[in-house]
């Protein structure tokens, strides 16, 4: 009967199993960090907000900036610039460390979308108006 079976790796002996458990330390301290400005999310933020001031103007300096849909267009700018800055705000002092609990990728992934949604529409009204 011995070698019915076979010798397998349980023959004579047991297995010796090892588990290593790891802890993860967030520091919620405020520091301000001027290489996230650097990084590829930071340099996006940046851009997204000179784009929010460049469709302000326009829409600002256009023959028809008395009109509700420029004016919807003009909310979303403002409204996209300073959310956005206070995500970059957030983000270079380590504010969203401190609220960890937040799901920030969320947070933002909704606001992008939601704002998309927004200019599209804030386009398709200007685009009325001719």
């Not at 997204?48 to 302000?56: E, G, L, Q, Y």
Request: include cysteine; charge should be positive; glycine fraction near 8%.
């Amino acid at each position: 009967m011995e070698g019915q079976f076979g010798a397998g790796p349980y023959v004579g002996g047991g297995t010796t199993t090892t588990t290593t458990t790891q802890s993860t330390a967030v520091n919620t301290s405020l520091r301000f960090d001027k290489e996230y400005l650097r990084s590829i999310p930071g340099m996006l933020k940046a851009v997204v907000m000179v784009i929010n001031i460049i469709a302000f103007i326009c829409v600002s300096s256009s023959d028809f900036h008395y009109h509700s849909n420029a004016n919807w267009m003009s909310f979303c700018a403002w409204a996209g610039f300073f959310t956005t800055g206070t995500l970059l705000l957030f983000y270079c002092l380590h504010l969203i460390e401190k609220f960890h609990f937040i799901p920030w990728l969320l947070v933002e992934f909704i606001y992008c979308a939601v704002w998309s949604f927004f200019f599209f529409f804030g386009k398709l009204c200007l685009r009325l108006l001719r």
